[in-house]
């Protein structure tokens, strides 16, 4: 069993700063990818940033320029920096990594963290 708990959400000004970390534990053997998603209101989940094991990065066009994707693979932490926040960016937030547990090496499984809220005002 592998968990993803995510930390760092709340209410932020417009052009203002933000860092969301997670933090995964469990049964881990190997984390491959690791990502951030976010859901606005009334929107579909959306890919944010991803970064490879080996600390490849790739982002949306959306928040190219703003934000950071960064792992620690020590530590089995991903986090998300994030500047110039826009309203347009509030959001629920989600951590993804895929993940080879203890018990399946070599089979890849989607994990999901819970979610935390980011608000940007205006």
């Known amino acids: 069993q592998v968990q993803l708990v995510e930390s760092g959400g709340g209410l932020v000004q417009a052009g203002g700063s933000r860092r969301l970390s997670c933090a995964a534990s469990?049964?881990?053997?190997?984390?491959?990818?690791m990502a951030w998603h976010r859901q606005g209101p009334g929107k579909q989940r959306e890919l944010v940033a991803s970064i490879t094991s080996s600390g490849r990065t790739d982002y949306a066009a959306s928040v190219e320029g703003r934000f950071t994707i960064s792992r620690d693979n020590a530590k089995n932490t991903v986090d998300l920096q994030m500047n110039s926040l826009k309203p347009e960016d509030t959001a629920v937030y989600y951590c993804?990594?895929?993940?080879?547990?203890?018990?399946?090496?070599?089979?890849?499984?989607?994990?999901w963290g819970q979610g935390t809220q980011v608000t940007v005002s205006s």
């Open positions: 993804n990594a895929r993940v080879e547990s203890t018990r399946l090496r070599g089979v890849s499984v989607n994990a």
């Open positions: 469990g049964s881990i053997f190997r984390i491959n990818d």
